[in-house]
């Protein structure tokens, strides 16, 4: 079950950010806002409006985006909400119908080059915390892309350049470079790494050799003598 809520100002119970949750609790707790939410709270505090309750996700969704629009985004330009997305990617465990659901609404949506500039001016100067480095840290680690997705990530970058290709550096540039490593020099631990990823090894399926990086990528669990049989 899922509610719908909406956060006013107190000084003009102006809205100014719709939302949902799995219960009432989400609706008056502080966690995991944007910046612009904690800003308007900190200047002029905020008051709870729970307006629906007891209903099914997907449709708490619905009325999040339906609420979203009709109030306007103010990162767009568009209204009063400091909502930075137009709603519905909430989910807390979704269902796969409700996966596929919100998949389809979104699926070739194309945003305005104004939505798009405006949305890189909301982000510009925007530094995530040590903490939150951490926990996206610790949210990789152990994560691998599934087969599909490297073969799509493969087809996509057929063709394509490196970005650095035919780029020519200005002197300022190199000199700067050049400086910063001037007496610079690796720890024992980063040699011995280093030394150790260019080690010669042989995948025990295929029996190539190559060196350890480019092996572990293509080669011992992800042979494809393994994955055909």
Same mark, same amino acid.
């Given at each position: 079950?899922?509610? +719908? ?15 949902? /949750? ?13 910046? $612009?939410?904690?800003?308007? +709270? ?10 629906? &309750?007891?209903?099914?996700? @997907? ?7 339906? @609420? ?14 400091? *909502? ?11 269902? &796969? ?17 104004? &939505? ?28 691998? $892309?599934?087969? #599909? ?14 970005? *650095? ?16 490593? +001037? ?5 024992? #631990?980063?040699?011995?790494?280093? +030394? /150790? ?33």
């Amino acid at each position: 079950m899922a509610i +719908v809520y909406q956060h006013r100002r107190v000084g003009t119970n102006e809205i100014f950010y719709v939302g949902i /949750g799995k219960n009432r609790e989400r609706a008056f707790s502080h966690k995991n806002r944007n910046k $612009h939410w904690y800003s308007v +709270v900190r200047k002029e505090g905020y008051q709870v409006d729970i307006l629906i &309750e007891g209903t099914d996700w @997907l449709s708490a969704c619905e009325v999040e985006r339906g @609420l979203i629009k009709a109030y306007g985004r103010r990162d767009l330009g568009l209204g009063t909400l400091v *909502n930075m997305t137009d709603g519905g990617e909430g989910a807390i465990n979704p269902s &796969e119908e409700t996966k596929e659901k919100i998949g389809n609404a979104n699926r070739g949506r194309v945003f305005t080059v104004e &939505e798009i500039e405006k949305r890189k001016k909301s982000r510009s100067g925007y530094r995530p915390s040590e903490e939150t480095k951490q926990k996206m840290s610790r949210s990789r680690i152990g994560f691998k $892309h599934s087969k #599909e997705v490297i073969s799509k990530m493969s087809q996509i970058a057929i063709g394509k350049e490196g970005t *650095n290709i035919g780029k020519i550096f200005s002197k300022e540039w190199c000199i700067n470079i050049s400086k910063a490593k +001037v007496g610079y020099k690796h720890k024992v #631990e980063s040699k011995e790494k280093m +030394v /150790g990823l260019f080690t010669t090894v042989t995948c025990p399926f295929c029996k190539k050799e190559g060196q350890k990086t480019a092996m572990k990528r293509w080669h011992f669990n992800n042979c494809k003598k393994v994955n055909n049989e």
